[in-house]
T-cell receptor, first 113, second 115 residues
């Protein structure tokens, strides 16, 4: 049973470009959470999605950031017009249910030049 | 909202010794407390968790204790081995009612086990 998959593993963007991060949950999991980790820091919740629905985006910056989890395909975290402060590791976690264990992917390390 | 404090930030032990990492939380309604191990360049790996209806849970060399009154929980690793070296994160979550289950993390403890 494959774990949570994320791609790309590393992404380099110049200021002003767009970044698209993908997350495929574990088989049978329909709940996806995105977290951001700054260097030497813990993980911070960004957004929680179920298939075709954003359930909680209270941790997401109001501008430039968006997320989706379509009926078919991976969940996508999109960052428009990236700035240097967006440089971080972005992790997604999946869960079979709202109150079950969350299993994390390997992360996407975004570097903004 | 919930806030999780984790101590110490770094911990160095000799192989074979025990290691203890402590976390406190602020929201008395939190009822789910997982621990994750993160190795360099990898994602967090769930190693053990505990729910608020239990005071202690063990899995081989790893144990977690929870004191709901004091709002703190601890990770205990016995007979440490060099491969236990990693960053450990505690987290807290509200897992019932109208909550969404998102995890609030501590800032992590870098554990080094010296051979």
């Amino acid at each position: 049973n494959a774990g949570v998959m994320q791609n790309p593993r590393h992404l380099v963007r110049r200021r002003g470009q767009e970044a698209r991060l993908r997350c495929s949950p574990m088989k049978g999991h329909s709940h996806v959470y995105w977290y951001r980790q700054l260097p030497e820091e813990g993980l911070k919740f960004m957004v929680y999605l179920q298939k075709e629905n954003i359930i909680d985006e209270s941790g997401m910056p109001k501008e430039r950031f968006s997320a989706e989890f379509p009926k078919e395909g991976p969940s996508i975290l999109r960052i428009q017009q990236v700035v240097r402060g967006d440089s971080a590791a972005y992790f997604c976690a999946s869960s079979p249910g709202i109150w079950n264990e969350q299993f994390f992917g390997p992360g996407t390390r975004l570097t903004v030049l | 909202g919930e806030n999780v404090e984790q101590h110490p930030s770094t911990l160095s032990v000799q192989e074979g010794d025990s290691a203890v990492i402590k976390c406190t939380y602020s929201d008395s309604a939190s009822n789910y407390f997982p621990w994750y191990k993160q190795e360099l360049g990898k994602g967090p790996q769930l190693i053990i968790d505990i729910r608020s209806n239990v005071g202690e849970k063990k899995d081989q060399r790893i144990a977690v204790t929870l004191n709901k009154t004091a709002k703190h929980f601890s990770l205990h690793i016995t007979e440490t081995q060099p491969e236990d070296s990693a960053v450990y994160f505690c987290a807290a979550s509200l897992n019932y009612g109208g909550s969404q289950g998102n995890l609030i993390f501590g800032k992590g403890t870098k554990l080094s086990v010296k051979p």
